[in-house]
């Protein structure tokens, strides 16, 4: 099982949330030269805290660190949850899962036009092909899908850019992997994609639930703006 939780971005950001929040994440947000990325940035890790919460039924100061190649996993107070996150312009994805590695990547449906100008870069062959059959329009939404689900894929298996995106190539519906390489460690039946369309975005989500394991996702809304809900009073 894993659940996703998505959030627009909220025009402002609760102070007592920051105290939730790291001294080095809020140093990394500093670092953001544009409002809106900081607020991203921060409306990211601030859900990341409310999932957790939700999820496991407590209210933590939920603590991670990052592997050799920039995986986050949680190191305080509890280490058994898997989780990654994501952002894109107006919106914030957290994914969360007990039973093994997962990725998630929200982006907006804005994005088609780049991805259009650097098919070769990151589609198989096999995937272009789907394209040519279908409609300019249909072609923009399939990039898009496919771009968040290979995104949500290589971000489960923690090796980022560097696993090559056509080697992970994708059916066009449903989209589920159909050839994936050695780093995955699992054949591409024991890996599960699914994706989601919202207002203006879309979202992926990957796990691996094995060859027999139960395969499912629950997909929840959350509320970043102040006041929207209760924050627990945590001091520095």
Known sequence: MVTVYVAPVPAQ??????????????????????LPDRLSYLAAHILLQVALDTYCAEQARWR?????YGKPYLVSPRQDIHFNLSHTDGYVAVALSRRGPVGVDIESDTRAGALREMDAAWLSPEEISVLTALTPEAQDAQRVAWWVAKE?????????????LPTVVLGGSPIQPTRLPDAFAQPHEAWQVYVKA?????IGVAASFGLSGTRAV???????????????MFTP
Request: proline share 7%; hydrophobic share 45%; glycine share 8%.
């Open 13 to 34: 950001i609760a102070p007592e949330w920051l105290l939730r929040l790291s001294e080095a994440e809020l140093a990394r947000a500093e670092r953001f030269v544009r």
């Open 64 to 68: 991670y660190a990052t592997d050799r």
């Open 152 to 164: 949500a894929l290589i971000k489960a298996v923690g090796l980022g850019l560097r696993i090559a």
């Open 198 to 202: 919202g207002f203006g975005y879309r």
């Open 218 to 232: 629950t997909w929840l809304s959350t509320d970043l703006r102040p006041g929207s809900l209760p924050i627990p």
